[in-house]
């Protein structure tokens, strides 16, 4: 979905103040609020830049939005909704946020819409080059590669233009993209690209490894729940090259599930997501628990080797 298919849902003259504010400009969000500015959030020098603009939407405004991207269905997005988010044709995933229905702590559906975060994937070749040198630099025997960052670092972004990289021409590896949330959007025809798109991370990284065969699975947004499913993956000698939340290395050790899975060497290698191209150089990390080092170059972290994995899967509860 492009800016310029959400403008004909908007109040006319939020279309066009917005239509005006864009000109010019590669537009990531647009945020839509119950009773207070709408904005836009727009790449400027390799950083975002929030615009406030001058109109607000009314309560029946906002659901009229929400109505329409839903298609006038939005018992068919029931689920999705529990978690946050509406999930749309072409990779658009817009946020939900509002009033919410809940029993004994339980969140059942929402009330009442307060937010729309609308966000727009922009194609941005050659993102993925320092990605994909640190993959195949590591020859046949590739290990597992985790891309880490703050919200808004551009790591599903840089996950898209690997699978699509590493797929295409001459040597394209067989990628299975996993795609929990739908929002990777359409690839070219010459990718070698099976996508599994809303399947649970988990059972989408079984599936995958089970039955579609991949050189590489590449999936987004892995958390403690996913780590089982990841310990089989790495354990059938499929390399993994996926996303977690985290401001360094170290605070990726601390996390439940992903230090487990740090620690028994299923992620050897770390990569850091920054808009802009930005680099990190010159620092050095060393994990707690074995003091196991960690050396910062150029474009990517390249882990020394860590101890070996457990014979055994490490139970994550």
Known sequence: MELSDVLPLLPPPLAREVRRAAVGLAVAELRLRRGRRASLSVYQGGA????????????????????????????????????????????????????????????????????????????????????????????????????????????????????????????????????????????????????????????????????????VLVLDEIGKEEAASLFYAVGCGVPLVASAHGGSVEELCQRRGLGELIEAGVFPLFYPAHRGGQRTEGERVEYEGDRVPFAFGSDAIHGVEPRPAATAPLAVT
Do not use: M
């Open 48 to 215: 975002l830049r929030n615009l406030s603009l001058s109109y607000a939407l009314s309560g029946a405004e906002i659901e009229g939005v929400f109505q329409a991207l839903c298609g006038d269905s939005v018992y068919t997005h029931e689920d999705t909704l529990r978690e946050g988010y509406l999930r749309l044709r072409g990779g658009c995933r817009v946020g939900v946020g509002g009033v919410a229905v809940t029993e004994k702590g339980r969140l059942l559906r929402l009330w009442e819409v307060g937010s729309l975060v609308l966000r727009f994937h922009r194609r941005q070749t050659g993102a993925a080059g320092g990605l994909l040198s640190l993959f195949r630099e590591e020859g046949a025997c590739r290990k597992s590669i985790l891309v880490y960052g703050p919200s808004g670092t551009g790591k599903t972004t840089l996950l898209r233009e690997f699978a699509r990289e590493i797929s295409r021409g001459e040597g394209g590896l067989r990628t299975v993209l996993l795609d929990a949330r739908g929002e990777f959007g359409a690839f070219e025809e010459d990718c070698l690209l099976d996508i599994l798109e809303g399947y649970p991370t988990g059972d989408g990284v079984e599936i995958a490894v089970r039955t579609l065969s991949p050189q």
